[in-house]
């Protein structure tokens, strides 16, 4: 599993982009992700929708139970981070949200919404895992869908 410091060397060479892992899947994390897809900034950034991009571990070094527990974002020196530091990372690449970086940064809150993030993101994967149950979204099973490489 990854870690907000961890380097994973395995990185497609000549990138210099940051790159986003997210659920595809979901459709809270779908929309989120659409909506930074549309900022300014966007089209440095390289997405990968992890229900659909077949074996992350052999591409990315992150395996898939990992990738669908928590949010992880590459920088474009090839660290990857996690949670609330990976949104972090990602907002800083977009525009009109650096100023919200810098703010968390800034005020060293990055460890209390890590830890509020960490609590959502096991909620939300238990609701993927039980198709929405309680949420009134219909959300897929935790499935890698057919046809996706493994």
Same mark, same amino acid.
């Given at each position: 599993?990854? $870690?907000?410091?961890?380097?994973?060397?395995? &990185?497609?060479?000549?990138?210099?982009?940051?790159?986003?892992?997210?659920? =595809?899947?979901?459709?809270?994390?779908?929309?989120?992700?659409?909506?930074? &897809?549309? @900022?300014?900034?966007? $089209?440095?950034?390289?997405?990968?929708?992890? $229900?659909?991009?077949?074996?992350? &571990? &052999?591409?990315?070094? @992150?395996?898939?139970?990992?990738?669908?527990?928590?949010?992880? @974002?590459?920088?474009?020196? =090839?660290?990857?981070?996690?949670?609330?530091?990976a949104f972090a990372e990602l907002w800083s690449q977009l525009?009109?949200?650096?100023?919200?970086?810098?703010? @968390?940064?800034?005020?060293?809150?990055?460890?209390?919404?890590?830890?509020?993030?960490?609590?959502?993101?096991?909620?939300?994967?238990?609701?993927?895992r039980c198709g929405g149950a309680d949420t009134g979204i219909?959300?897929?099973?935790?499935?890698?869908?057919?046809?996706?490489?493994?």
């Amino acid at each position: 599993m990854t $870690s907000n410091a961890e380097t994973v060397t395995k &990185q497609r060479p000549g990138r210099a982009r940051p790159l986003v892992l997210f659920d =595809g899947g979901c459709p809270l994390c779908r929309r989120e992700i659409s909506h930074y &897809q549309r @900022v300014e900034g966007a $089209s440095n950034i390289e997405w990968i929708d992890i $229900s659909t991009a077949g074996d992350l &571990q &052999q591409h990315f070094g @992150v395996d898939y139970e990992s990738a669908m527990r928590r949010f992880h @974002v590459r920088t474009a020196h =090839g660290e990857w981070l996690t949670g609330a530091y990976a949104f972090a990372e990602l907002w800083s690449q977009l525009r009109g949200y650096r100023y919200l970086t810098s703010a @968390v940064r800034a005020a060293r809150i990055l460890p209390a919404i890590d830890w509020a993030y960490r609590k959502f993101a096991d909620w939300r994967l238990e609701r993927r895992r039980c198709g929405g149950a309680d949420t009134g979204i219909p959300l897929q099973p935790l499935q890698r869908p057919p046809g996706a490489l493994s």
